[in-house]
Structures are given as C-alpha cells and as structure tokens.
C-alpha cells in the first residue's frame, strides 16, 4: 500500500480499571494516530514505537497488539488510566465509536470533540469526569448513541442536545445534574433510566422527577439568593480554611503513629468495639440474625450514630474460619468498588472475629428470585449482572447482595483472591458450589477468573430462568445449560423464561425476547467446558451492557 493512498485503522479496545492490561495515556492519541486520520472506531489508542514509516509497518503493529497484551496481570498503574481526555482528539476526524468507559479519567470533555462530525457512538460512562457537559456535544449531528452516567457531571443538560436528530439512546443517570430536563427532539423517547439518580432535575411527571419551578418564583427569589451568597461564601470559605489547616495537623500526626506502610488502607476503616457490636446487636440476639455463612453468621444492627450494619461473626470453632477472616480483610482492604460489599470495620482478638459491613436492605439476589413476595423486572435483572476481575471461587445468587436503589454487591469473600484478567492458580481443595462451579475447578483444582465466567454464566441463565443448576429436573442426562441451549436451537427462549418475566400479551414482547435470547446466547459461550476457549470477563461485561443498551433503546422509540 502507498503512503499516500488512503489508509482505515479499525481497531476497538475497551479498558476496565481492574483489567490486566497495559496501555497509554489518552493524550498521546493523537500524536500517534495524526497521520491516519480515517481512524474509524476508537476504545483506547495503544502506542509503541514503530520502526516501518509505512502504513503497513502500524498495521503489523496493531495485528500483533494482542500479543503485547499476553501475561499482563494486576492493578494498571494509576496514571495510565487517568487524567484529562486531550484536546486534541478531533485530529480523529473519521471517527465513528469513541468509547472510553469504566476507567478513571477526570476533568471534562473538551470542547473540541464537537467538531468529530462522524461520531455515531460516544461513551464516556464510568469514569470520574466532572463539569458541565459541552454544549458542543450538539454540534454531533449523527449522534446515535451518548453515555454520560457514573460520573460526576454538573449544572445543566444543554438544550443543544435537542437538535440530535438521530439520537436514540441517552443516559445521564448517577451524576450531579440539575435542572430542567430538555423536552424538544429525541427528548420525548427517553425514559425515568435515562436521567436517574441525580441531584436535582425536574420536568415532566412521566421522568419521575418534581416539576420545575415557575421562572417568575425564580426571578423574585433571585435577589434573598444573591444576598445570602454575599453572607455566605465568606463565612463558608473562613470554615474550608480552618478545616485545611486541621486536616494537616491531623494527617502528620497519623504519619507519625504509622507503624508499616501496609497498614495503610486499614486507616481509613472506622474504630467499632466489641462492646458497640454488642449492644448495636443486642448481644447477637436471634431476632437480629439475617442469616447463616459457611464460617459463621450474620447480624444487623444499628450503632450508635444511627449507621445500619450487617456484622458477620466468625464461629472460630470452624475449621478454616480464621483464614477464611485474614482473607476477607485483605481483600476488602485493598479494593474499593461500588459493586462490592464495603467494610466499616474490621474486630479482632483471640476469642472474637468479626467484620462491620454497610448494611444491604434489600438482602440477596436469591431471596428476590425464590420468594413469591419480590420480583425483579427484566431492566432490573440486566442491571444486577454486573462483574469484574475478582476470584471469588463461588459466585452464585446467595453471595450478591442488593442495596436500596436495587444495585448489586457481591459479597462473601472468605474464599477469594485478587487477581488480573487471565491469572489463574491451582488450588487443591475445592471449596466452591456444587453447579456453580466450573469443570476445571473441580477435576483439576485450576482457578481463575475464567471459572468465574463459568459461574457468572449459571447465574445469568439462573436468573433468567429461575431455576436453580441443582434444580430436581436436572440430571447427568439433562443440565440447566442443556435446558437452555435446546429452547435456544428451537427458538423458543419463552419456554424457559422465568414465570411473569415476559408474557405473549406484553407491549415490547419481540423486544423482550430478542434481549433476553442475546442473554442466553451470552451465558452460553461465558460456559464452554475448555476456559481457554471462554471469553473473559472484561468482554462479558462489555456484551450485557450492549444487550441493556439495545434492549432500552428499543423499547424507548
């Protein structure tokens, strides 16, 4: 190929934080694909040197990207998956996918990324940005798709967004947003889903958001606004001072009292006593008790402040129940995650172990799915299969947990281990559930997150199915998977649907069915009896989410 003919680089990466990959800094995509610039679909722009200064040279190089990317495991360093998004994006001018989800960037979407005319999909969902979202964003005429959600976004929806015409999915939901929601142009088509945990929006009724204020009640609270902010921002600025200082007189005093780095992320983990646990539980009083674990129970109660908590004592008589707590506290410890159970607390002595965790009101996945008083709606259960690279050894519904706003926590980890996407380890005893647990696991004790995509496919199909794997209708003839993947070669997802999920009388029903057949089809290659032949997590995740977003977008039109 000639230099000078025109040259498409077709190569998307999806990055998660907690993915074993290595990649550049954002800003140094377009210094590296400045000279290509019919790029058609971007997740993260991976750059290395290349000595060819032909085409052909940077496509040898992105065909051998794969391998560059082989063995690597662990946390990506911090400062490859953060910091600002470059201006100097909209050199990518034939860009068609921009997705730059689940990592960590900040600050706020440059203006310049207007001008990138051919953008069909654009995701910057799961990371840290904040500000006001561009107006510029407008300026995307063939915009189809735009998540904003999981951010720290703030101030308004810009009405420019109204002149997307093509727009057929949007989702700003769990950001900082406020005002009115725009009503002109696609607006009309999108759902309470789309605009959902945020700080203050108003609008229609249909949004489930309060209505807005009359402009003329605005207009005259205008004036006892202004002067309270001349009263205020003083006073609030002498207080933010006074605190600074505080915070770093209290800050040397804890470096000096530190004993071992290591101890680190223990600091951050409130004091609780044995005797606050005691009375917070009524002396661990049966009517407290939420339920029974491998290695002991749980307990809520309510400390002093008010704090609801979950306590989970150890029964130290238990074979394994001590190691079974170090690793629980070490997990817990080193990873924070909005989708994982968080420590309050950890309390330990001789006699007495046991961890302080917040408190999930809407108890597990299993009671939502086995009990004729609760039922999950088809969104609810896309939203719950949420995952990431974490051995857990034995996921199943008992160990996800729901919190008030219906999101997912996994919990349970006195069998885990923290590892990259790929790692794998050989265990010897099998600790794992029956029917969760992935072949390897249990003929050759090999684990991974590959048998956590085993298990993460029983859970979809049981969710979907309502149907336990260790259900009286299976068999060594007949499985839950075989269940499933005949009603799938006969076009009959229907026939194995969980009772009241989707009926033939429904208003989306082929939408319904189209999405929860692509959810099978997902479940059925996340259980492929070899693990190298499964895909891995990261992709998984990937997928589910492309299902939701299609499955909202369809029902929204």
């Avoid at 997912?408 to 794992?432: N, P, R």
Wanted: proline letters at 3%; hydrophobic letters at 40%.
């Amino acid at each position: 190929m000639a230099c000078q003919e025109a040259f498409h680089l077709i190569f998307i990466i999806i990055f998660p934080i907690s993915g074993g990959f290595i990649f550049s800094q954002i800003d140094l995509l377009a210094e590296a694909c400045r000279p290509y610039k019919a790029v058609t679909s971007f997740g993260l722009c991976i750059y290395r040197t290349i000595n060819s200064q032909s085409p052909d040279g940077v496509v040898d190089a992105v065909a051998h990207a794969s391998k560059l990317l082989e063995g690597y495991s662990g946390e990506v360093p911090s400062e490859l998956v953060d910091g600002y998004i470059s201006s100097e994006i909209n050199n990518l001018k034939a860009l068609i996918i921009l997705d730059l989800s689940w990592n960590q960037f900040s600050g706020d979407i440059p203006s310049s990324i207007g001008s990138i005319e051919s953008l069909v999909t654009l995701s910057f969902a799961h990371n840290n940005l904040q500000g006001n979202i561009s107006q510029f964003l407008g300026d995307l005429r063939g915009l189809e798709s735009l998540n904003l959600s999981n951010n720290n976004f703030s101030g308004l929806i810009p009405r420019s967004l109204e002149t997307l015409n093509y727009l057929q999915y949007f989702d700003v939901s769990h950001n900082r947003l406020e005002g009115e929601i725009p009503t002109g142009g696609r607006f009309g088509n999108f759902t309470a889903q789309s605009f959902t945990q945020n700080y203050a929006l108003c609008g229609v009724a249909r949004l489930q958001v309060p209505p807005c204020e009359n402009q003329t009640v605005k207009r005259s609270n205008s004036k006892h606004v202004l002067l309270i902010t001349y009263i205020a921002v003083p006073i609030i600025s002498a207080i933010f001072i006074v605190a600074i200082i505080i915070w770093f007189i209290r800050r040397r005093k804890v470096k000096k009292n530190q004993l071992h780095v290591e101890i680190s992320p223990l600091l951050s983990w409130r004091r609780v006593s044995y005797q606050e646990l005691v009375q917070a539980t009524k002396d661990f009083n049966e009517m407290n008790l939420l339920g029974d674990g491998s290695f002991g129970s749980v307990f809520t109660g309510t400390l002093s402040d008010g704090l609801n908590i979950a306590v989970k004592k150890f029964n130290l008589q238990l074979e394994n129940a001590i190691k079974s707590f170090d690793i629980e506290c070490e997990v817990l410890s080193k990873i924070r995650h909005r989708n994982l159970v968080q420590v309050v607390s950890c309390c330990s002595n001789l006699d007495f172990k046991a961890l302080v965790l917040e408190y999930m009101p809407n108890g597990s996945l299993g009671k939502w799915l086995y009990s004729h008083n609760y039922c999950l709606d088809l969104v609810q259960r896309l939203n719950i299969g949420n995952t990431f690279p974490i051995v857990h050894r034995d996921l199943k519904p008992s160990n996800v947990l729901l919190d008030e706003d219906m999101n997912a926590h996994v919990g349970d980890f006195g069998i885990s281990k923290f590892f990259g996407e790929g790692e794998a380890f050989s265990q010897t005893i099998t600790l794992a559930t029956i029917g969760y647990m992935a072949p390897e696991y249990g003929s050759e004790g090999n684990v991974s997150t590959k048998g956590d995509v085993y298990s993460y496919g029983i859970l979809l199909l049981e969710m979907f199915t309502r149907k336990k794997p260790t259900d009286d209708m299976f068999s060594k003839e007949m499985s839950l998977k075989d269940w499933v993947s005949e009603a799938l070669q006969e076009h009959a997802a229907i026939e194995v649907v969980a009772p009241g999920l989707m009926e033939t009388e429904d208003q989306h029903f082929s939408e319904k069915e189209e999405c929860i057949s692509s959810v099978f089809g997902l479940a059925m290659e996340c259980l492929v009896i070899l693990p190298e032949e499964r895909i891995n997590m990261t992709q998984t995740v990937a997928k589910l989410e492309k299902i939701r977003a299609t499955f909202l977008a369809s029902i929204s039109r």
